[in-house]
């Protein structure tokens, strides 16, 4: 969890993709930093979605993202 929190308060921005084995944790890891990031007083724009086997992340989805 350090490890992401770090990566997205003092990384050089960009796309983070989290993937692994279905059950392992990856969307209560998300959560946690994203909960942490919620409690700080300048936390980074940070925009999540969620993709699978039916929904795919495409460029479309990153423009619609970046005009929020």
């Keep these: 969890m350090h490890g992401l929190l770090t990566r997205l308060t003092s990384g050089p921005g960009g796309v983070i993709v989290l993937c692994g084995t279905r059950g392992v944790g990856k969307s209560k890891?998300?959560?946690?930093?994203?909960?942490?990031?919620a409690m700080m007083a300048t936390a980074p724009q940070v925009h999540r979605h969620d993709v699978n086997a039916i929904v795919h992340l495409d460029?479309?989805?990153f423009r619609r993202l970046g005009d929020r």
């Design 29 to 37: 890891l998300v959560d946690a930093v994203l909960n942490e990031l």
């Design 59 to 61: 460029v479309r989805t």
